[in-house]
Structures are given as C-alpha cells and as structure tokens.
C-alpha cells in the first residue's frame, strides 16, 4: 500500500511557517510575596474559598504576574466563592479563568510555562584588581 502524504524535504530545506514558541521556564519554589486576598464585598470568604487562594496565590509561575494579572485573580476569587457556595452556574466561568490563570499541569501546557528545579548557586572565581595582577607580573 502507498504511504500518503508528502515525501519529507531534507532538514537543510524545510520551512515551518509556524512561529517558534519558547517555553517559559520558572524555578519550582511556590512564590511568597503574594497579595492579601481583598475584603470580599458582601460577607466573609469561606474556607473553601481561602484554600482556593492559598493554592493559587502560591503557584511558582506567579512570580510573572503584575497588577492586572492580581486584579484578575481577586476577581476569580470571587467567582469561587459562588462557586463554593453553591452556585454551580459559575462552575463554566470558574474553569475558564483557571484555565488562564494556569491552575493546573494542562493549563500550563497550554501557556507554554515549565517549573525547573533550582540549581544550586555555583561559586564564581575571586576577580582579581587590576593593579594586584599588574603587580604579579613586574615583581
């Protein structure tokens, strides 16, 4: 039977006209300095809903995220708390900015963000002055 398809072009002669997309690669060391989850508007968060924050507050990839990428995530957690308390319409709602906000291992995926693990900090050589080398060589 005949193979389908194209027969494939010498790597020198391949084009992709898709654009290259690196990864974004972040330490694995859950992140520290996040925002204190606001007052909610009307009563107080569940713990259901502090544990939500906990566990997206601390994610790594965190660390890239600036003031508007906060205000999404205060705004998120509001739609847990729906969610938490009973209000399963914003389950879809939920989902969807989880999705954004890379929640999970397949939503990274997705973002094109990879945790490392960290290396260990290697010990640079001493840099030596200039007068103190110059003094070496003249005697």
Known sequence: MAVVGRKPKPED???NKNKHVDWVEVVDVPFEDAPALPKRPHGRWSAWTLRWWHGVSTMPH???WDEDDWQFA??????AAWFHSGKMTQAVELRQR???MGTTLDARRDLRIRYVEAQAEQERPAIAAIEDYRRSIEG
């Open 62 to 64: 965190c660390i890239l």
């Open 98 to 100: 989880e999705k954004i």
């Open 74 to 79: 205060f705004d998120t957690a509001l739609i």
């Open 13 to 15: 002669q391949r084009r």
